[in-house]
C-alpha cells in the first residue's frame, strides 16, 4: 500500500540590520573584530586580507600578498602563484602559458592540454594551424535530397540487410520493415560524398535529425560508428532520445568524443588515420527493442577547403610535408610514390617504379597508372602487343610498332644485327655507318658489296686517309709537307729525293746535310782543309 507525505509552510528566521518590526535577534552574536577580519562573528576577511588556509576553524586572515599577472587560456588556472609564475597545461609554455609548445599548434581555451600536438601521419613535427574554412557535406531530405540509404547491421563480418528498401517522403527517409532483420540493430549507411579524405573534418560537427516511434526498451548500441583504415571509432549519446519527436545530434569530431570497440584509448593518432580514408559512416536507425518507424530527416558534416566560406579550421593541422608526401597531415602520397606497407602509421611513400613510362602510380598498391610508351604492366615493364623492343630500357622509344620496324642492312658487316631503329649495333670488316656503309678511317673500298675485304688499308705511306676517285683509283688525303701525287709518294714542288743510301724521303731543294764529322788533333789544319774545299 502506497502512502504519501507532503509537505509546506516552511519557513527560516534570520537576522538582518534593519528595522523589521520583529523580535530583537538576541542570540545573534555581534563581534569587535580584530584587524583583517569583518562580519557578526568575524567570519569574513577584510578588504586588503585573505584567507591564508591556516588557523582554526575558518583559518587566518593574512594580508593580501601582491599577485602576478593574469595568466592566459594556456595555464591550469588563470591566476599566477604567489611567486607570480603561471603553471601550464602539457602542450603550453611561456611565462604566461600564452605560446605552444614547438611540434604542436592551436592554443585554445577549451583544450585540456592547451594546444594540439602536430599528427603528420608520423614523417614530420613540423606543423602549423591551416588557413582553410569550413564547408559542409549535407545530405537533407526536408529540403528535397533523394539519395537512397541502405541499412544494414553494424558487423561487418556478419552484416544483416533487409530486403525491403527505405521510402523517401514528407522530408525524410523512412524504414518501417523492422520484421525483416529481427534481433538486429540497424544503420543508416551515409553515401560516398561522407566517405573517403575527411581529415579536414577533425574538429569540426557532424550534426544529424531523426524521428523513431515504437515500444520497448531503448537499444544499447552506439548510436554512430565511423571506420577508416581498419579502424573503428564509437559514439554513445548520454542524453535520452524522445519518441515520435525530431531529436538532433551534434558530435564534435575529436577523439574525446568517441571510444574505441578494442577498449585502447580513442588518440588524435588514430582518430586521423580513420578519417584519411574513412570506409563507412553508419548513423542508428533502431532505438527500440520493437521499433516501428525510423527516420533520417538531414545530415551534416562539417570539413574544410580553401574555398570554404566558414570559420577557419584552426583545429586543422597545416603540415610541412616531406618529399614524397602531401595533404594537410602528409596522409596521402605525392604523384610518383605509393605506400609501402613499412614505417609507423599510414606508412612510407616511396618512388613509383615505372620505367619510366609512367609519371603516378596507385597511390596505395603501387601499379603504375596510365603507361606511356606503347608499353603495359603493374610496372610498364613490356611492350604492348604489336610492338617490339625492351621497355625496361626506360626511354621514349624502347617499343617501336613490329610491323613498321625499319629492316636491318649491315651489308654483312654486323654479326649482332640491329636495334629496334634499324641501327647496325657492331659493324666489323673496318667498316662504319649506321649501315656499316663506308670505310674506317685509313681505309679504302665499296663496303657495300657485302665481303669481309670490302675495305683495304690504305696504301699510302705518308697518309692515314686515302678514297676511291671517279675512275675507281685510290687516291690519298691530306699528303704531309714536300710529298704529292695520287698516292703521296712523289715529291711536290720544291723538294728532291734524298741522296741518302736507301732513303726515299722528299727533302728540299738546296739544303745541306751533314753525313759525317771527323775529329782531329790539329784543328786549323783542319779548318785550313775545310775552306780550300769550299772554295
Same mark, same amino acid.
Given at each position: 500500500?502506497?502512502?504519501?507525505?507532503?509537505?509546506?509552510?516552511?519557513?527560516?528566521?534570520?537576522?538582518?540590520?534593519?528595522?523589521?518590526?520583529?523580535?530583537?535577534?538576541?542570540?545573534?552574536?555581534?563581534?569587535?573584530?580584530?584587524?583583517?577580519?569583518?562580519?557578526?562573528?568575524?567570519?569574513?576577511?577584510?578588504?586588503?586580507?585573505?584567507?591564508?588556509?591556516?588557523?582554526?576553524?575558518?583559518?587566518?586572515?593574512?594580508?593580501?600578498?601582491?599577485?602576478?599577472?593574469?595568466?592566459?587560456?594556456?595555464?591550469?588556472?588563470?591566476?599566477?602563484?604567489?611567486?607570480?609564475?603561471?603553471?601550464?597545461?602539457?602542450?603550453?609554455?611561456?611565462?604566461?602559458?600564452?605560446?605552444?609548445?614547438?611540434?604542436?599548434?592551436?592554443?585554445?581555451?577549451?583544450?585540456?592540454?592547451?594546444?594540439?600536438?602536430?599528427?603528420?601521419?608520423?614523417?614530420?613535427?613540423?606543423?602549423?594551424?591551416?588557413?582553410?574554412?569550413?564547408?559542409?557535406?549535407?545530405?537533407?531530405?526536408?529540403?528535397?535530397?533523394?539519395?537512397?540509404?541502405?541499412?544494414?547491421?553494424?558487423?561487418?563480418?556478419?552484416?544483416?540487410?533487409?530486403?525491403?528498401?527505405?521510402?523517401?517522403?514528407?522530408?525524410?527517409?523512412n524504414f518501417d520493415r523492422f520484421d525483416e532483420a529481427p534481433g538486429s540493430t540497424l544503420y543508416w549507411k551515409l553515401p560516398a560524398k561522407f566517405l573517403g579524405n575527411k581529415v579536414t573534418a577533425y574538429g569540426g560537427y557532424l550534426k544529424y535529425t531523426f524521428r523513431y516511434s515504437g515500444d520497448g526498451r531503448l537499444t544499447t548500441d552506439p548510436d554512430v560508428i565511423i571506420r577508416g583504415n581498419d579502424i573503428t571509432f564509437q559514439y554513445t549519446h548520454?542524453?535520452?532520445?524522445?519518441?515520435?519527436?525530431?531529436?538532433?545530434?551534434?558530435?564534435?569530431?575529436?577523439?574525446?568524443?568517441?571510444?574505441?570497440?578494442?577498449?585502447?584509448?580513442?588518440?588524435?593518432?588514430?582518430?586521423?588515420?580513420?578519417?584519411?580514408?574513412?570506409?563507412?559512416?553508419?548513423?542508428?536507425?533502431?532505438?527500440?527493442?520493437?521499433?516501428?518507424?525510423?527516420?533520417?530527416?538531414?545530415?551534416?558534416?562539417?570539413?574544410?577547403?580553401?574555398?570554404?566560406?566558414?570559420?577557419?579550421?584552426?583545429?586543422?593541422?597545416?603540415?610541412?610535408?616531406?618529399?614524397?608526401?602531401?595533404?594537410?597531415?602528409?596522409?596521402?602520397?605525392?604523384?610518383?610514390?605509393?605506400?609501402?606497407?613499412?614505417?609507423?602509421?599510414?606508412?612510407?611513400?616511396?618512388?613509383?617504379?615505372?620505367?619510366?613510362? *609512367? =609519371? $603516378? /602510380?596507385?597511390?596505395?598498391?603501387?601499379?603504375? @597508372?596510365? %603507361?606511356?610508351?606503347?608499353?603495359? !604492366?603493374?610496372?610498364?615493364?613490356?611492350?604492348?602487343?604489336?610492338?617490339?623492343?625492351?621497355?625496361?630500357?626506360?626511354?621514349?622509344?624502347?617499343?617501336?610498332?613490329?610491323?613498321?620496324?625499319?629492316?636491318?642492312?649491315?651489308?654483312?658487316?654486323?654479326?649482332?644485327?640491329?636495334?629496334?631503329?634499324?641501327?647496325?649495333?657492331?659493324?666489323?670488316?673496318?667498316?662504319?655507318?649506321?649501315?656499316?656503309?663506308?670505310?674506317?678511317?685509313?681505309?679504302?673500298?665499296?663496303?657495300?658489296?657485302?665481303?669481309?675485304?670490302?675495305?683495304?688499308?690504305?696504301?699510302?705511306?705518308? *697518309? =692515314? $686517309? /686515302?678514297?676511291?676517285?671517279?675512275?675507281?683509283? @685510290?687516291? %690519298?688525303?691530306?699528303?704531309?709537307? !714536300?710529298?704529292?701525287?695520287?698516292?703521296?709518294?712523289?715529291?711536290?714542288?720544291?723538294?728532291?729525293?734524298?741522296?741518302?743510301?736507301?732513303?726515299?724521303?722528299?727533302?728540299?731543294?738546296?739544303?745541306?746535310?751533314?753525313?759525317?764529322?771527323?775529329?782531329?788533333?790539329?784543328?786549323?789544319?783542319?779548318?785550313?782543309?775545310?775552306?780550300?774545299?769550299?772554295?
Amino acid at each position: 500500500m502506497r502512502r504519501g507525505a507532503n509537505l509546506g509552510d516552511v519557513s527560516w528566521e534570520i537576522a538582518v540590520d534593519r528595522d523589521t518590526q520583529g523580535e530583537l535577534a538576541l542570540e545573534v552574536e555581534h563581534c569587535s573584530c580584530p584587524p583583517g577580519y569583518m562580519g557578526l562573528s568575524c567570519e569574513d576577511c577584510a578588504p586588503g586580507y585573505e584567507r591564508s588556509g591556516h588557523g582554526p576553524f575558518l583559518g587566518t586572515c593574512v594580508p593580501a600578498r601582491p599577485r602576478g599577472p593574469t595568466c592566459s587560456a594556456g595555464a591550469i588556472t588563470p591566476q599566477a602563484s604567489y611567486g607570480g609564475s603561471c603553471q601550464c597545461k602539457l602542450h603550453t609554455t611561456g611565462p604566461l602559458c600564452d605560446q605552444c609548445k614547438p611540434n604542436s599548434f592551436h592554443l585554445a581555451p577549451t583544450n585540456p592540454h592547451g594546444c594540439i600536438p602536430c599528427f603528420c601521419a608520423g614523417v614530420t613535427k613540423d606543423c602549423q594551424s591551416s588557413s582553410l574554412r569550413r564547408d559542409q557535406v549535407i545530405l537533407d531530405y526536408s529540403r528535397g535530397d533523394q539519395d537512397q540509404l541502405e541499412l544494414k547491421s553494424k558487423d561487418p563480418r556478419n552484416p544483416v540487410s533487409p530486403r525491403t528498401q527505405a521510402n523517401i517522403a514528407y522530408g525524410a527517409i523512412n524504414f518501417d520493415r523492422f520484421d525483416e532483420a529481427p534481433g538486429s540493430t540497424l544503420y543508416w549507411k551515409l553515401p560516398a560524398k561522407f566517405l573517403g579524405n575527411k581529415v579536414t573534418a577533425y574538429g569540426g560537427y557532424l550534426k544529424y535529425t531523426f524521428r523513431y516511434s515504437g515500444d520497448g526498451r531503448l537499444t544499447t548500441d552506439p548510436d554512430v560508428i565511423i571506420r577508416g583504415n581498419d579502424i573503428t571509432f564509437q559514439y554513445t549519446h548520454r542524453q535520452q532520445f524522445i519518441p515520435d519527436r525530431e531529436n538532433t545530434v551534434e558530435i564534435k569530431i575529436v577523439e574525446d568524443s568517441f571510444h574505441r570497440t578494442n577498449e585502447q584509448a580513442a588518440t588524435r593518432e588514430h582518430l586521423i588515420m580513420a578519417l584519411a580514408d574513412l570506409d563507412e559512416i553508419l548513423i542508428k536507425a533502431t532505438y527500440l527493442d520493437d521499433c516501428s518507424q525510423s527516420s533520417l530527416i538531414s545530415v551534416y558534416l562539417d570539413y574544410a577547403t580553401a574555398h570554404g566560406n566558414g570559420l577557419t579550421a584552426y583545429e586543422v593541422e597545416q603540415c610541412r610535408c616531406p618529399p614524397g608526401y602531401q595533404g594537410t597531415s602528409c596522409e596521402d602520397c605525392a604523384p610518383g610514390y605509393s605506400r609501402t606497407g613499412g614505417g609507423l602509421y599510414l606508412g612510407l611513400c616511396e618512388r613509383c617504379e615505372c620505367n619510366g613510362h *609512367a =609519371s $603516378e /602510380c596507385d597511390k596505395e598498391y603501387g601499379f603504375c @597508372v596510365n %603507361c606511356q610508351h606503347n608499353t603495359e !604492366g603493374e610496372h610498364c615493364e613490356r611492350c604492348k602487343p604489336g610492338f617490339v623492343g625492351d621497355a625496361r630500357r626506360g626511354t621514349p622509344h624502347d617499343c617501336q610498332p613490329a610491323a613498321t620496324r625499319p629492316p636491318c642492312q649491315c651489308n654483312n658487316h654486323s654479326p649482332r644485327g640491329c636495334d629496334s631503329f634499324g641501327r647496325c649495333l657492331f659493324c666489323e670488316h673496318n667498316t662504319e655507318g649506321v649501315h656499316c656503309e663506308q670505310c674506317k678511317k685509313g681505309f679504302y673500298g665499296v663496303a657495300t658489296r657485302g665481303t669481309p675485304y670490302d675495305c683495304t688499308p690504305c696504301p699510302c705511306p705518308s *697518309a =692515314s $686517309e /686515302c678514297f676511291l676517285d671517279a675512275q675507281g683509283q @685510290v687516291q %690519298c688525303r691530306n699528303c704531309p709537307a !714536300g710529298y704529292a701525287g695520287r698516292l703521296c709518294n712523289e715529291c711536290g714542288p720544291g723538294y728532291a729525293r734524298s741522296t741518302k743510301p736507301q732513303s726515299r724521303d722528299c727533302e728540299p731543294i738546296g739544303r745541306v746535310t751533314v753525313d759525317r764529322i771527323d775529329f782531329v788533333q790539329n784543328p786549323e789544319a783542319a779548318c785550313s782543309t775545310a775552306d780550300n774545299n769550299l772554295a
